[in-house]
């Protein structure tokens, strides 16, 4: 039965939670996984239509060499942006994870294991491709304080951890099946960060479908609005950089942020990458919409 005292936390199931520690028992660092000797700055970091300007004349006019360098810098800054959200989700676990039952607690650990070793990944990626800290990072201050304000065992606590995982997540799995003539360490990362966010997105798709046991039809529909706002928020933080990146990225001057921001090809582009994941929450009773 599900608890209706929404003040109450709703319980994790053990066997969910020990049946996804027990995929996370082959642990291996990812730093000693990835093969560093193929990082190559002659080739794409992303694939051309992930980037931010694709399909915007301006871009499409400058030369390859420039085209990739701002493909680098946008998958740099995409890593950037992981770090920042990770850190977050990492101080909550650590400081909320001894409120759980022991299989939650132990599936949590497995966590907080595996998304330090993706911070470390993406740092050293970084430090190889001497490309950290080269432009303005743009921190969502909303963002960072609901990630450490919102009480742990909250509905919308753990809809906005759902949403902090997929919308990065669905441009990792873009990439991976995009591959081809792509530099193979980025899409070593991106196979490796994917592989272990399917268990964290699973995790935090079941805690949430718990929590909405235990909402209304009234309340659902205010929590979809709310992350609906969340959700383009986290769409800005990673999908859409700073005008310090282009300038960095050695673009000549112009209104470049403006340009992928009216993008219509960048729209659709965002559209196709979280449509499943608006899908899904809607199949939870959460009725959001996006853009």
Same mark, same amino acid.
């Given at each position: 039965m599900a608890d209706t005292n929404p003040m109450r936390p709703v319980p994790l199931f053990a066997e969910h939670a020990t049946r996804l520690a027990r995929h996370s028992l082959p642990y291996r660092d990812p730093v000693a996984? =990835?093969?560093w000797d193929r990082l190559s700055h002659a080739m794409f970091w992303l694939p051309e239509a992930a980037v931010s300007l694709a399909g915007v004349r301006e871009y499409d006019a400058l030369?390859?060499?420039t085209r990739q360098r701002l493909s680098h810098y946008e998958f740099a800054h995409f890593l950037d942006t992981g770090i920042w959200l990770e850190g977050l989700f990492l101080e909550r676990l650590a400081r909320s994870a001894r409120q759980e039952g022991r299989a939650a607690r132990i599936y949590q650990l497995h966590e907080l294991r595996e998304e330090a070793g993706?911070?470390?990944m993406f740092l050293e990626f970084l430090k190889r491709a001497r490309l950290e800290a080269q432009w303005d990072y743009e921190?969502? #201050? =909303?963002l960072t304080v609901l990630g450490r304000r919102l009480p742990f065992g909250s509905t919308l606590f753990w809809g906005a951890i759902l949403l902090g995982e997929e919308v990065p997540d669905r441009l990792n799995r873009y990439i991976r099946l995009h591959a081809q003539g792509i530099c193979p360490v980025t899409v070593e990362l991106s196979v490796l960060?994917?592989?272990d966010e399917a268990r964290h997105i699973a995790y935090g #798709?079941? =805690?949430l479908k718990r #929590?909405?046991?235990?909402?209304?039809?009234l309340s659902r529909r205010l929590l979809a609005h709310t992350l609906k706002s969340l959700l383009a928020r986290f769409v800005r933080a990673f999908y859409y950089p700073p005008a310090s990146l282009y300038r960095a990225a050695g673009l000549p001057?112009?209104?470049? #942020?403006a340009r992928a921001a009216a993008s219509a090809d960048r729209h659709r582009f965002v559209a196709h990458c979280l449509a499943p994941t608006v899908t899904r929450l809607r199949a939870l009773g959460l009725p959001l919409t996006f853009p």
């Open positions: 996984r =990835v093969n030369p390859l060499a993706h911070s470390l921190e969502d #201050r =909303v960060h994917s592989t #798709r079941e =805690v #929590r909405l046991g235990a909402t209304n039809a001057e112009g209104p470049w #942020r």
